[in-house]
Structures are given as structure tokens and as C-alpha cells.
């Protein structure tokens, strides 16, 4: 039942199915498992004055009488049970747009269908690419794209009846950031894509979940980039790669499959192991195989399994009959088992050989925390890029492929090698240790660095200080050195700098001196870019500098940069008069600088701008900016908010969520959860509430770490289990942070930062 309300502000609901992953079973009697498939009749008996739709289109509607109406629809195709979908309400259709013949329509609430055109847009392009990437046409005659305003999951791919939050489907491009742009775009593809991955082609089994989700998400990727290629989505997608890093490099990680055993164990498989990291390794491979071999295998892999189940052995199986032998040595099964049932990833270490013209690769398992490491080897693709001196003294680049199956070998680049690339591009799930002297050679070289291996190498370097084997005094230089020196411009690599400034904020002690330090050391990193791109944005400028403009501006303005409170407040004097006056990518950094400062006046309009917001984005941005004011009264209001029926159940968890990663009011926050555990897991979706444990990841002030691990230590959530032990640990390696970082970085912050 999804609550909402109408444009005069009246309660209304509307009924909608969600299914995955065995839910089907308690909408009617049914095989609930993704290898029993069937053709699904659907029929319906609804109020005459609501409309409805499901997985195929309608064939018949005929009055009752009563104020009943029978809607019967044709039979869909032959499909798991998870995939079969109704929504019924006051709901309306845009006018369809045609992708290959088949009508494409965005329904929603009433009065919203203007907000699906982008929608739209991408939708058609992507059912047009993905039936020529799979050179398979989408199969069937109709494509409904649904928001649905109250809804426990992002978006579910029921087969052409796709569900979505509004937030995910709906958007005005004349007030929406690039960021909210991107957002929309890549979940239609994600969902079109498992139109292919997931119902014309089903797992077999829950364990094989990544087949489904790890490609939608690869080929969103693939559909953005073709259709945007301006947007540099693999460059963006490296963000998406270190989340999964992250949790991949703890002790209580997974593979990415694993046996499940019961319907919790299934519903815990929905994470960035599945989605991100499976992404990973299928661009890893592609790129190692070659971009049409393995489209000749996924064309290959969907024709064997057409309308039918298949596990990751038959994707290995139809990818080796058409791809030609890369190697004698090992097959893709040997390979990508590797990656696919073994936990963790590598780091590799790299060192001047004494063979002359080569170095040394050698791969360790990595882990933030120390322990019983197990002895663990990839079969490991590597790109490589180096630079030699020719005979005429001129540099070459050397571009060269190996592949790393032991703990350590030798590869040979050419003559008088002067310097090495590890993980050329960017692209491998693996992290890169230099020796010293390589490092430093790779730093004097960092113009010459893609934007995707500068990322990696401050993504690898801050991955190294949270597992101690870098000091915070180190990772401050380099970064200098990238953002002073390099003037840095990429915001994938902001997005490290900003969360590790954000961490090194919290584990160090508050006073006003800390706090003037740590903006100051803000100010350095950001003030050499944010000066090249100007506050206003420049005609021409790249999507990715607009955005940055609005990061570089955000981070200043919550560290507390008096220049930024100043132009926010200024800022929002215009935004009030006119909406479209501020640049659409700034208007976040405005919101949550002024939310960072706000009162009770502050808060008290921007609930009224939640209330009355004409998109769903405006909506959250005013609802998730109330989490980020600092006064304990204005804290309280938005907790109670999140249990009272105020905040919607698909937004309460993430809210809370927010108000906990408020180091102001953090342990006001968990008090309130604590005391409130019970109804918010009655209240909250499983997976909402999973994702609002995640905030015990900063909790790393003196007076709340003990009482979360405790607590979380007897509290739990279905289907979440291993993921609150993965923030337990996040948690831990945190503290461990604190505690050997702590006296040396207020002593940087204070003294020698300057000089760094």
C-alpha cells in the first residue's frame, strides 16, 4: 500500500507488487522460485473510477456494475514469478514514445506525467541499443514505466511493468542537477536491461543474483555512455567501484556468489558485492577479452538460455565457445572463478626488477584490518603503461596486457624503462602499492595520468592509511601536490579528498583551532579549482566541472567557510524569487550550507519547501537537508518525523540515517533509535532499515562507539545480518584510524600543514 498525497493535499494510496525476491507467494499460489517459469494470466476486479496495469497489455475491460469494474490482460511471456507485476490507482499515462515499434509510457499520479519525458528519452534509447547489443528484439509489445511514490526499493525490473520511486523516474530538466539527471538515466537503463538480464534470462538460483544485477548495471553503463558520451560514465562508475572496494577489503566480506540457503539470505544478496563489484569484473573482462569478443559472447550466452534459467558456469561456457584462446595457460572459467567465489581482491605490489627493462608484480590479498590472512590468488589482468628512452632518446609508450597468476613475476617493458603505470586506465578491481622510487616517478609524471588513474591513485593511497600502512602526513602530501600543484579538475577524485576530509573531521578533537585548521587544509585542496572553474558556471564547461563546482562549494560550506555561508544566504534570496535563477548544480551545496547553519525560522521553511516541492527531487533535497541542522530541538522534530507517519517509509530509514552521520547529533540520534528499535523495524522496509545501520560507520566519538557495537550486537536485521557486521568493522577501522592518527594530525593540522 503506497501513501500519498494529491496536489490539494489529501490523503490518498495506491497498490502496488514488489516481489523479488519470494513474494510472489503471498499474492497467490505459486512455484515461488526464479527456475519454475510460467505465462502469467492477470485479471482484476478494481473500483471503476481507479485505472490499472500489469505485466502485459490490457484485452479486455468489462463494467460490473456496483462500482466494479474486470480488467483482464493478455498473458505475458514465459517468466519467474518474482516478475510479475499490478499497480492500481488514480494513475495516468503520458503520451507513448516508440522505441522499435513498441509504445514506451511513463504512468504516474496525476498531475505528474509531464515530470516522464526525460524518462523517456532514455528509455527508448536504451531498448533500442540493448536489442542491438544483444541482437535480440525486447519481447513484447508494450514498455510501462511506473513511479510510485511510496516505494521500498529504488526500482524493480518486473518485466514490462517496471516500478520506480518517483525520485528514480520523474524530473523537470529545467531545475534538476546533473547529478539528478544521471540518477533517472541510469536506473531506466539499469531496469531495460534486465528486460534481457534477469526475464528473457534468468538466474537459476539466488546465489547466481549477480547475473542479473552486475549486468543491468554494466550495461546501463554501456547504454549511458553510448547515448552520453560527454557524461564519461566509466570515469563516474569509479566511484561506484571503490564503494564496493571498501567493503570487499573487510574481514567479514562474501564472495559474490554464495550458497542461499532461505528468503533472508536472498534478500542479503542485494548489495554493492552483487551490483558494483560484479560490474567490475565484467568491464575488467571485457577490456581483457576486447569489447566485440565479449559481445559475441553475451549475444552467444542469451540465445542458449532464451526464456529460460542459467548459472555463471554457462555464461563462462557461451563466452568460451566464441571467444578465441587468450591464453593456453588458463581458460575464462579459471579466470573469473577466481573473482567470482573468492572473497576480496588483491593489492599489488610494484618494484624495479633486476632484470633490466622489467619489474616485478607481486599480489597480496588486501585488508584494512590486521589478522589470519588467508592465502589467496587471482588470476589477475593487468594493464600496463610504460615509458622508455629510444635510441635517439625520445620516450616511448609501451601499452602491454599480462596476466598475473602467481605471487610474483617479472615482466619485461623494453630498454632504459623509465617509469610504469600499474592498472593502465583505471579499470581493474585491484589496488596498486609503488615502491618508493616508481611512486615518486608516477607522481612526477601525474599530467600524464588519466582521470581514472589519478582517481586509483588516491583511492589506493587513503585505502592504505585506513589500514595503516600510510601516514595521513603522507596522503596530505600527495594530495597537495594533485590539487595545488596538478590543479586537479576530476570529481571522482574530489569525491575521495571530500570523504576523507570528512573522516579525518571526525576523528579529530572539536575545538575552534581543529575546526579553523581543518578548513583551512578545505580551503587548499579546493580553493586552486574552485578559483579555474568560478562560482558562475562557464558557457561550454563539461557536466562533470558543473558538478564540481557544486562539490567544491558544498565541502567548503559545510567545513564552515564564512565567504560560502555568505554566498548560500545570497543564493537563496534569489532561489526564492526564482527557482531557475541558480545554477541547478548548485543548489545543493546552498541547502545543506545553509541547513549546516540553520535555526529553527531556517528549518521551519524549508519543511514548507519539502511540502510544497513541484518535483520529487526538491522534495528530498529540503527533507534529507532537515537531518543536517545542528540544534538538538530541530533534531528532535525530524526523528519523531520518522515514526509518526510525517516522512514515508521509503525515505524515514535514510533519513534517520543521516541525522546518526551527524556528528553534532549523533548520540542524540541513536538514543532515539535505541529506544525506538522495535517500531522502526515494523515500520521501515528490511533493506531501508539495513541501510540506515550504516551511519554506525562514523560513530566514532568516545561517548557513542562502545554503545553501537553493544547494541548492534544484539539487535539485527532480516537479511541484513553480514551487512551490519560489515559496519561494525567499517566502524573499527575507523577507531583504529582515531587511534594511532589522532595526536600527529592535530599536530599537522595545527603546525606543519602549511608545509606539507
Given amino acids: 500500500l503506497s501513501r500519498y498525497k494529491n496536489a490539494d493535499g489529501g490523503a490518498e494510496v495506491m497498490a502496488t507488487t514488489k516481489f523479488e525476491p519470494c513474494d510472489a507467494r503471498r499474492a497467490f499460489?505459486?512455484?515461488?522460485?526464479?527456475?519454475?517459469?510460467?505465462?502469467?494470466?492477470v485479471s482484476l476486479v478494481i473500483d471503476e473510477n481507479l485505472n490499472a496495469i500489469a505485466n502485459a497489455r490490457l484485452i479486455k475491460e468489462t463494467p460490473l456494475g456496483g462500482g466494479k469494474k474486470l480488467l483482464e490482460f493478455a498473458p505475458s511471456i514465459k517468466m519467474s514469478s518474482y516478475l510479475v507485476a499490478y499497480v492500481i490507482g488514480k494513475i495516468e499515462a503520458s503520451e507513448p514514445v516508440f522505441a522499435d515499434g513498441v509504445p514506451i509510457r511513463v504512468w504516474t499520479v496525476l498531475g505528474k506525467s509531464h515530470l516522464g519525458a526525460f524518462a523517456l528519452s532514455a528509455a527508448k534509447f536504451s531498448l533500442e541499443y540493448f536489442a542491438r547489443y544483444f541482437k535480440q528484439p525486447y519481447p513484447c509489445d508494450k514498455l510501462d514505466l511506473v513511479a510510485i511514490p511510496d516505494f521500498a526499493s529504488g526500482a524493480m525490473e518486473n518485466f514490462a511493468c517496471i516500478t520506480f520511486r518517483e525520485t528514480a523516474l520523474l524530473v523537470d530538466t529545467n531545475t534538476a542537477?546533473?547529478?539528478?539527471?544521471?540518477?533517472?538515466?541510469?536506473?531506466?537503463?539499469?531496469?531495460?536491461?534486465?528486460?534481457?538480464?534477469?526475464?528473457?534470462?534468468?538466474?537459476?538460483?539466488?546465489?547466481?543474483?549477480?547475473l542479473n544485477e552486475a549486468f543491468a548495471t554494466f550495461m546501463a553503463a554501456k547504454s549511458m555512455h553510448a547515448w552520453k558520451p560527454e557524461w564519461n560514465i566509466w570515469d563516474g562508475f569509479n566511484v561506484q567501484r571503490g564503494v564496493a572496494m571498501r567493503t570487499d577489503g573487510l574481514c567479514a566480506t562474501r564472495p559474490?556468489?554464495?550458497?542461499?540457503?532461505?528468503?533472508?539470505?536472498?534478500?542479503?544478496?542485494?548489495?554493492?558485492?552483487?551490483?558494483?563489484k560484479g560490474c567490475a569484473i565484467l568491464r575488467m573482462l571485457e577490456l581483457f577479452l576486447g569489447e566485440?569478443?565479449?559481445?559475441?559472447?553475451?549475444?552467444?550466452?542469451?540465445?542458449?538460455?532464451?526464456?529460460?534459467?542459467?548459472?555463471?558456469?554457462?555464461l563462462w561456457a557461451a563466452l568460451e565457445e566464441v571467444v578465441k584462446p587468450f591464453s593456453k595457460a588458463i581458460s575464462i572459467t579459471d579466470l573469473m572463478n577466481t573473482w567470482v567465489f573468492q572473497p576480496g581482491y588483491p593489492v599489488v605490489t610494484v618494484a624495479e626488477s633486476v632484470v633490466s627493462g622489467s619489474v616485478t608484480l607481486k599480489?597480496?590479498?588486501?585488508?584494512?584490518?590486521?589478522?589470519?590472512?588467508?592465502?589467496?590468488?587471482?588470476?589477475?589482468?593487468?594493464?600496463?603503461?610504460?615509458?622508455?628512452?629510444?635510441?635517439?632518446?625520445?620516450?616511448?609508450?609501451?601499452?602491454?596486457?599480462?596476466?598475473?597468476?602467481?605471487?610474483?613475476?617479472?615482466?619485461?617493458?623494453?630498454e632504459n624503462l623509465s617509469s610504469v603505470v600499474v592498472n593502465s586506465g583505471g579499470h581493474g578491481f585491484y589496488r596498486v602499492q609503488y615502491e618508493t622510487n616508481l611512486r615518486q616517478k608516477v607522481l612526477d609524471n601525474i599530467g600524464t595520468l588519466t582521470a581514472g588513474e589519478r582517481f586509483n591513485l588516491v583511492n589506493d593511497l587513503w585505502a592504505s592509511v585506513q589500514s595503516g600502512q600510510t601516514s595521513v602526513r603522507d596522503y596530505l602530501a600527495m594530495i597537495g601536490i594533485l590539487t595545488c600543484v596538478h590543479a586537479e579538475l576530476d570529481i571522482n577524485v574530489f569525491s575521495v579528498i571530500n570523504a576523507s576530509l570528512q573522516i579525518l573531521r571526525r576523528i579529530t578533537p572539536r575545538d575552534d583551532d581543529n575546526a579553523g585548521a581543518l578548513l583551512n587544509l578545505a580551503r587548499d585542496f579546493a580553493g586552486t579549482a574552485l578559483n579555474k572553474l568560478t562560482v558562475k558556471a562557464q558557457a561550454g564547461e563539461s557536466p562533470q566541472h558543473a558538478q564540481l563546482r557544486g562539490t567544491l562549494l558544498m565541502l567548503l560550506g559545510t567545513f564552515g567557510d564564512p565567504i560560502v555561508i555568505k554566498w548560500a544566504k545570497k543564493t537563496y534570496a534569489q532561489y526564492k524569487v526564482d527557482k531557475t535563477s541558480v545554477d541547478t548544480n548548485l543548489v545543493g551545496a546552498m541547502v545543506e550550507t545553509l541547513a549546516n547553519q540553520g535555526d529553527t525560522a531556517q528549518y521551519d521553511e524549508f519543511v514548507a519547501r519539502k511540502d510544497t516541492a513541484t518535483t520529487p527531487q526538491e522534495e528530498q533535497r529540503f527533507l534529507f537537508a532537515l537531518a543536517s541542522f545542528r540544534d538538538s530541538s530541530l533534531a528532535a522534530r525530524t526523528l519523531a518525523d520518522c515514526i509518526n507517519g510525517a516522512v514515508r517509509t521509503q525515505d524515514a530509514p535514510f533519513v534517520v540515517r543521516?541525522?546518526?552521520?551527524?556528528?553534532?547529533t549523533a548520540r542524540q540520534a541513536f538514543d532515539f533509535v535505541q529506544a525506538n528499535w522495535e517500531k522502526m523495524a515494523s515500520l521501515y522496509p528490511a533493506s531501508g532499515l539495513s541501510r540506515m545501520c550504516e551511519a554506525i560507520t562514523t560513530m566514532v566519538g568516545d561517548d557513542v562507539a562502545d554503545d553501537a557495537r553493544a547494541f548492534f550486537a544484539t539487535n539485527t536485521v532480516k537479511g541484513g545480518e553480514k551487512a551490519l557486521k560489515q559496519y561494525v568493522e567499517q566502524l573499527g577501522i575507523a577507531l583504529q584510524l582515531k587511534q594511532r592518527e589522532r595526536g600527529d594530525l592535530q599536530d599537522l593540522l595545527l603546525s606543519a600543514y602549511q608545509d606539507v
Fill in 29 to 41: 499460489p505459486c512455484w515461488d522460485e526464479p527456475a519454475f517459469k510460467a505465462r502469467f494470466k
Fill in 177 to 210: 542537477s546533473h547529478t539528478e539527471l544521471e540518477r533517472v538515466a541510469e536506473v531506466v537503463m539499469h531496469e531495460n536491461a534486465h528486460m534481457w538480464f534477469g526475464d528473457f534470462t534468468t538466474m537459476s538460483w539466488w546465489n547466481g543474483l549477480w
Fill in 256 to 276: 559474490i556468489e554464495f550458497p542461499v540457503g532461505n528468503p533472508d539470505e536472498a534478500r542479503g544478496m542485494f548489495d554493492v558485492l552483487t551490483y558494483q
Fill in 292 to 314: 566485440d569478443e565479449f559481445q559475441s559472447g553475451i549475444v552467444n550466452y542469451l540465445e542458449k538460455h532464451a526464456f529460460g534459467n542459467a548459472d555463471t558456469s554457462d
Fill in 363 to 414: 599480489q597480496t590479498i588486501f585488508r584494512y584490518m590486521e589478522g589470519n590472512l588467508p592465502a589467496t590468488l587471482w588470476h589477475l589482468p593487468v594493464h600496463l603503461r610504460a615509458t622508455v628512452s629510444g635510441e635517439n632518446g625520445k620516450p616511448t609508450v609501451i601499452e602491454k596486457v599480462v596476466l598475473l597468476s602467481k605471487e610474483s613475476e617479472t615482466f619485461y617493458l623494453g
Fill in 658 to 664: 543521516n541525522v546518526l552521520m551527524n556528528a553534532t
